[in-house]
């Protein structure tokens, strides 16, 4: 049901873009302290909803169809705000770009294996790419001026988020090669096909060689 509580808060992810997107476009120093926090609490969301589905056996196929959705476009936000207000400082535009060509890539082998009734697991790897990722965006969206209305100026947050940022888009390599290389391997693979229909057995005959009703009915015509 779109009521229960992992699907609120999946769909909290979705609200939350408008929202980040307004903050940004404030250019103040609260207002990136605000969408670094809004980002995170939405970033956080994605791990409690399948956490509290799984305990309360409420895993829907709502759910499972919203919940990378979500967070594609969580992320898709952020990443254009960021390059949009030119606060990607110096080469970080390029890992911004392997992480969207990621993103992109495995959104169709999801929808290609959908077709033929395969899953693509997430893998630990994945996991922690997406932990880095999170950090990373959250980091530059507070920049140095949200840093600086949270009293942490003593700490160079350009410099941490644009790491962070690198080593997403390293393990973003890594994931999307590993299901790149899934996906060509079942596609590779014959698919299966519906058997031959067996043919129909012949009417029996009876006095005179007239067909004969089997014990279902009369002969059906062709």
Request: glycine share 10%; with cysteine; net charge positive.
């Given at each position: 049901?779109?009521?229960?509580?992992?699907?609120?808060l999946t769909l909290s992810r979705i609200a939350a873009i408008p929202?980040?997107?307004?903050?940004?476009?404030?250019?103040?120093?609260?207002?990136?302290?605000?969408?670094?926090?809004?980002?995170?609490?939405?970033?956080?969301?994605?791990?409690?909803?399948?956490?509290?589905?799984?305990?309360?056996?409420?895993?829907?196929?709502?759910?499972?169809?919203?919940?990378?959705?979500?967070?594609?476009?969580?992320?898709?936000?952020?990443?254009?705000?960021?390059?949009?207000?030119?606060?990607?400082?110096?080469l970080s535009l390029y890992p911004a770009i392997l992480i969207m060509?990621?993103?992109?890539?495995?959104?169709?082998?999801?929808?290609?294996?959908?077709?033929?009734?395969?899953?693509?697991?997430?893998?630990?790897?994945?996991?922690?790419?997406?932990?880095?990722?999170?950090?990373?965006?959250?980091?530059?969206?507070?920049?140095?001026?949200?840093?600086?209305?949270?009293?942490?100026?003593?700490?160079?947050?350009?410099?941490?988020?644009?790491?962070?940022?690198?080593?997403?888009?390293?393990?973003?390599?890594?994931?999307?090669?590993?299901?790149?290389?899934?996906?060509?391997?079942?596609?590779?693979?014959?698919?299966?096909?519906?058997?031959?229909?067996?043919?129909?057995?012949?009417?029996?005959?009876?006095?005179?060689?007239?067909?004969?009703?089997?014990?279902?009915?009369?002969?059906?015509?062709?």
């Amino acid at each position: 049901m779109p009521t229960d509580l992992p699907n609120l808060l999946t769909l909290s992810r979705i609200a939350a873009i408008p929202l980040l997107v307004a903050l940004v476009a404030l250019h103040s120093p609260w207002g990136d302290a605000a969408a670094c926090f809004v980002f995170s609490v939405a970033a956080i969301t994605d791990y409690f909803d399948g956490k509290i589905a799984r305990q309360r056996k409420t895993v829907s196929g709502l759910g499972r169809m919203l919940d990378p959705i979500a967070d594609k476009l969580l992320v898709a936000a952020a990443l254009m705000l960021l390059a949009g207000q030119g606060r990607l400082p110096g080469l970080s535009l390029y890992p911004a770009i392997l992480i969207m060509l990621r993103e992109i890539l495995v959104s169709g082998l999801r929808e290609y294996l959908a077709e033929i009734r395969i899953g693509l697991p997430v893998t630990r790897l994945a996991k922690w790419k997406t932990g880095f990722q999170m950090g990373a965006l959250g980091t530059l969206l507070a920049g140095e001026t949200g840093a600086a209305v949270l009293h942490l100026s003593f700490l160079p947050v350009a410099l941490i988020g644009e790491a962070m940022l690198w080593t997403a888009a390293a393990l973003t390599l890594v994931t999307g090669w590993d299901y790149l290389t899934a996906g060509i391997r079942h596609a590779g693979q014959p698919q299966n096909q519906a058997p031959p229909a067996a043919p129909a057995a012949p009417p029996s005959l009876g006095p005179g060689g007239k067909p004969q009703p089997g014990p279902a009915g009369p002969l059906a015509r062709p």
